[in-house]
């Protein structure tokens, strides 16, 4: 797999994060950078600790359970992960569920461990989709704290000054960006095994 599909699975599943801090970002009057500054190390730090928890499960299914002579079998269920994770996307999208927008004076920080929770289950997902392509881990751990770093900043800034209506749209191009990466993946696959 190369940079480029990296790129696109790594965005398309950032995406969903964007999409939940739009939602916060349209609940404060001002945009604390000190908060967000947080906010963007614990993001980060619990999507990388997933990416590194789903790749190195599936290296212990590949090791234990010599999943490695048969290299098909891992790459099918990686495009399967991939276009399921799409599909769980556009499946947000088309609920487009409605937050009831207040001020809050500030947002506090469980709020936000608990989104990284939820959020990183996409990432751990990833993460043995990846292990099984053999992807390198550095590459993709640079990426996703990147794309998580800037998709937190952009989605509370998108909140902030236009609120969540946006969030559909992320959705949607998350499903868009992993499905291309998905379906690029099966092309190859049949290229390679044909």
């Not at 390198?136 to 909140?159: A, E, K, P």
Request: include cysteine; aromatic fraction near 14%; charge should be positive.
């Amino acid at each position: 797999m190369g940079w480029f599909e990296n790129l696109l699975i790594v965005a398309g599943i950032s995406l969903d994060l964007f999409a939940n801090m739009e939602c916060q970002g349209s609940l404060v009057a001002k945009v604390n950078k000190k908060h967000l500054t947080l906010i963007c190390l614990i993001v980060g730090a619990w999507q990388l600790a997933a990416l590194f928890v789903g790749y190195f499960f599936a290296n212990l299914l590949l090791t234990k359970q010599h999943i490695a002579n048969d290299f098909l079998v891992g790459e099918l269920i990686a495009v399967i992960i991939f276009l399921g994770l799409g599909c769980r996307l556009i499946v947000k999208g088309i609920k487009n569920e409605r937050i009831q927008e207040h001020l809050e004076m500030t947002l506090g920080y469980k709020r936000f461990i608990r989104m990284a929770s939820l959020t990183s289950i996409y990432t751990v997902l990833a993460g043995i989709a990846f292990a099984f392509f053999g992807t390198d881990m550095r590459m993709i751990l640079i990426m996703i704290v990147s794309f998580s770093i800037v998709f937190v900043i952009s989605g509370m800034y998108v909140g902030y000054h236009y609120g969540f209506e946006a969030k559909g749209k992320a959705y949607f191009a998350g499903t868009f960006l992993l499905w291309a990466a998905g379906i690029d993946l099966i092309v190859r696959l049949v290229i390679q095994y044909r």
